[in-house]
């Protein structure tokens, strides 16, 4: 039964919702869902991605929706913070880039040093200027100086999967950067965060430092740099990240 004490924003309280059951690591701390999205059923979740047709859906279930989607349509205020993270470990001159999960790519860090910047992202969104949407298939042909996962690990069913997708396509130069939100659950709770999860809204995995790091090691990268204290504000409101630079083991 829902009540007030779960501090839910628009779920009214007494309603039922479909069951699913919370999961956390005793290891790591990973803290996830039991339900798994299949291939189709993300393409079907995320494709159109924060356009009109899902903003207005969304609004009928989360109304507020419309509102902050504009704002976190919005291009990142933290880039150059995200850039100086990033510059001590990459090579001088131009680079090429590959955004995983980038959206239009107007967020890439260091895209101004670009001598290729590609884009792939399930959603279909129209890339900016001077980016080039790849396919899967085209991303995994190519090898990069630099691979940005960024904000997509916490929405996909098998993060190892995919970041051993994105392993294939690395040399030992290449830089991965990932980025994950440290949701105020995990950050104030840790490994004790399972009890007071009571409800799941579109990330289906809650990361903490030690999960992140577990994760990485186990498809076969080695972190260069992890942080856990960055702030931001997006989509109007503050939060936390986790970010790791990484490299082939």
Not at 50 to 67: F, H, K, M, N
Not at 154 to 162: A, G
Not at 193 to 212: G, I, R, Y
Request: charged fraction near 20%; hydrophobic fraction near 40%.
């Amino acid at each position: 039964m829902i009540d007030s004490s779960w501090g839910l924003n628009t779920i009214k309280q007494g309603m039922a919702y479909s069951v699913c059951r919370s999961l956390q690591c005793g290891d790591c701390g990973l803290l996830f869902s039991d339900i798994r999205f299949s291939d189709d059923e993300l393409h079907r979740l995320y494709e159109g991605y924060r356009g009109l047709d899902y903003t207005a859906l969304r609004e009928v279930y989360e109304p507020g929706y419309t509102l902050r989607n504009e704002a976190l349509k919005q291009q990142i205020d933290y880039g150059c913070t995200l850039e100086r993270f990033l510059e001590p470990l990459l090579p001088a001159g131009a680079l090429a880039i590959l955004d995983w999960g980038g959206d239009s790519g107007k967020n890439t860090p260091l895209r101004s040093r670009a001598r290729q910047h590609d884009v792939y992202d399930i959603s279909n969104a129209e890339v900016i200027a001077g980016a080039h949407a790849v396919s899967r298939k085209q991303a995994l042909a190519n090898h990069y100086d630099l691979i940005v996962c960024s904000n997509v690990l916490e929405h996909v069913p098998y993060p190892s999967d995919l970041l051993q997708d994105i392993r294939q396509l690395m040399t030992p130069q290449s830089l991965l950067y990932i980025e994950v939100p440290y949701e105020e659950l995990m950050r104030h709770n840790g490994q004790q965060a399972l009890p007071q999860k009571k409800h799941w809204h579109e990330h289906v995995n809650f990361f903490s430092t030690t999960a992140l790091e577990a994760l990485i090691a186990n498809v076969g990268l080695q972190p260069l740099r992890i942080v856990s204290d960055a702030s931001i504000t997006a989509g109007l409101k503050s939060s936390y990240l986790i970010q790791a630079a990484c490299r082939l083991a």
